[in-house]
């Protein structure tokens, strides 16, 4: 028999002597082929979500770690920019060192005028005065503190041993004198 353009060519598996099953139906060989190779794309997608997901917190973890570097690379420089500066030569040995006055307190700048006290050293002249964690000082003598730089120069001016009177506001909103003898620093 002779093939036209008009007439269409069978479809695979339905050729003429093709064999068949007794019951009619063709057999599939390449089903668990396929089955296969479902499985293996299933497990190779999974394993690359997973990979991808770990590589996505191992880097969220380290970016998290170089923005907290960052900051506190930051928070040292500010903290050094504002530290005194350190003299270029030790002194001749023959000098007797100057002695500085110390108040025994660790302060911040406050959010208003002041410094914000933020530790006190337990054996030193702010906690025999009275001074608290969380208190602002906005007096040192006769200087006004509007900053910690500001405390920090009022406190160098005083001797080791002169009685100082400062203004404090407390948390609570209270304003109280104080009167602190300044102590040493050795």
């Given at each position: 028999?002779?093939?036209?353009?008009?007439?269409?060519?069978?479809?695979?598996?339905?050729?003429?002597?093709?064999?068949?099953?007794?019951?009619?139906?063709?057999?599939?060989?390449?089903?668990?082929?396929?089955?296969?190779?479902?499985?293996?794309?299933?497990?190779?997608?999974?394993?690359?979500?997973?990979?991808?997901?770990?590589?996505?917190?191992?880097?969220?973890?380290?970016?998290?770690t170089v923005i907290g570097m960052s900051r506190l690379a930051e928070l040292q420089r500010a903290?050094?920019?504002?530290?005194?500066?350190?003299?270029?030569?030790?002194?001749?040995?023959?000098?007797?060192?100057?002695?500085?006055?110390?108040?025994?307190?660790?302060?911040?700048?406050?959010?208003?005028?002041?410094?914000?006290?933020?530790?006190?050293?337990?054996?030193?002249?702010?906690y025999r005065a009275g001074l608290v964690r969380g208190d602002v000082l906005l007096n040192f003598?006769?200087?006004?503190?509007?900053?910690?730089?500001?405390?920090?120069?009022?406190?160098?001016?005083?001797?080791?041993?002169?009685?100082?009177?400062?203004?404090?506001?407390?948390?609570?909103?209270?304003?109280?004198?104080?009167?602190v003898v300044a102590g040493v620093v050795t």
């Amino acid at each position: 028999m002779e093939q036209t353009a008009l007439r269409p060519k069978p479809l695979p598996g339905q050729e003429p002597g093709d064999d068949t099953d007794p019951g009619g139906r063709t057999p599939r060989p390449h089903a668990a082929r396929r089955r296969h190779r479902r499985l293996a794309t299933l497990l190779t997608g999974l394993l690359v979500g997973t990979v991808l997901v770990l590589t996505g917190v191992g880097l969220g973890t380290v970016g998290a770690t170089v923005i907290g570097m960052s900051r506190l690379a930051e928070l040292q420089r500010a903290s050094v920019s504002t530290a005194p500066p350190r003299p270029a030569a030790p002194p001749a040995p023959a000098e007797a060192p100057a002695a500085r006055a110390t108040l025994g307190v660790e302060v911040m700048d406050a959010d208003r005028a002041g410094a914000r006290i933020v530790a006190v050293d337990v054996p030193g002249p702010g906690y025999r005065a009275g001074l608290v964690r969380g208190d602002v000082l906005l007096n040192f003598g006769e200087a006004r503190i509007d900053s910690a730089a500001d405390l920090l120069r009022a406190v160098r001016t005083a001797g080791p041993g002169e009685e100082i009177e400062l203004t404090v506001r407390h948390e609570s909103g209270a304003y109280q004198q104080l009167s602190v003898v300044a102590g040493v620093v050795t």
